[in-house]
């Protein structure tokens, strides 16, 4: 279930990078479903940051995939253990 939520993510921000290119019908209620959903995943970002430090691997692939995913990354992260220093 969990691919399918991450797969719809794709979707819009792929639709909406496509939409900035050959504009189709709909293509402004995408641009905004896709900035809106930045924007909540930004402030999900600002508030779990201090979880994705603990995570073994690069800092900016968190981020990344924060930014993309949201809750979808980072409540998998929230039910691992954190990394040994």
């Known amino acids: 279930m969990q691919n399918t939520f991450k797969a719809a993510c794709l979707a819009i921000y792929l639709a909406s990078l496509v939409g900035a290119v050959w504009p189709f019908p709909g293509v402004t209620l995408v641009h905004y479903l896709a900035l809106g959903l930045l924007a909540i995943h930004a402030l999900e970002l600002l508030a779990v940051l201090r979880l994705l430090r603990q995570q073994p691997g690069a ?22 253990p954190p990394a040994k220093d």
């Open 59 to 80: 800092l900016i692939d968190g981020i990344t995939l924060t930014l993309l995913f949201g809750l979808l990354h980072w409540s998998q992260l929230a039910k691992r």
